[in-house]
């Protein structure tokens, strides 16, 4: 049986926080009071951090985070993420409403993790890939292939928390931190991968297949 807290770590302060202003407002207004239970409970909804059944599949990149496919499409990585040639990129846009905690879309270790600060546009537009506060993690297979996934801050949210280091050895799905509030992943991958989803589809953080990759050797 899993007895894991089914909150990400973050809501406990956060929550308290909000739910004794509720209690505070709650004496000066009863109306005032329910609006902050509400906003409490969004809180709590927005750290929820359910299990998922990850494929067993090996030559697959899965989703990173719940949200809706904004865009595929192919080309030259942002010159900041020093990949050469030719990458594919998948853009996918979390909602308030969507689950924020990010899970590594492949196995492998961690190469290398840069952050770049920036502004805080809304994490729906294409130049929040460029603009926007964001932290690249560069995951590197067994085979040798290396895909990176960018997690972006939008307008609302303020804080990337990452909850790897460089060097670690991860498994496919396995949580690698949170995004607070509404936010945006991009994944970059080789080229020659075949991509499985398609703009405006449903995404499910370690569920979901976005690409099938071609095995290559060392």
Known sequence: ???????????????AFF???SILLGHVSINLGWCGFIFTMFCLMFFRDPERIHSSKEDIII?????????VSDGEAPTELELDGNWKKISIFMSVFNVH?????VSGIVEKITYIPGKFFNASLDKASEYN???ATYVKRA???TVVFVQIAGLIARRIRCDITEGQNLKIGDRIGIIRFGSRVDVYFPHSAEVAVEEGQAMVAGETILAHLKSRKK
């Open 143 to 145: 085979d040798g292939t």
């Open 1 to 15: 049986m899993n007895n894991r807290f089914p909150f990400d770590r973050d809501a406990g302060p956060i929550v």
């Open 133 to 135: 506060e964001r932290q």
């Open 101 to 105: 905690v990010n899970r590594t879309p």
């Open 19 to 21: 739910a004794v202003i």
């Open 63 to 71: 989703s990173p985070a719940d949200g809706t496919v904004l865009k």
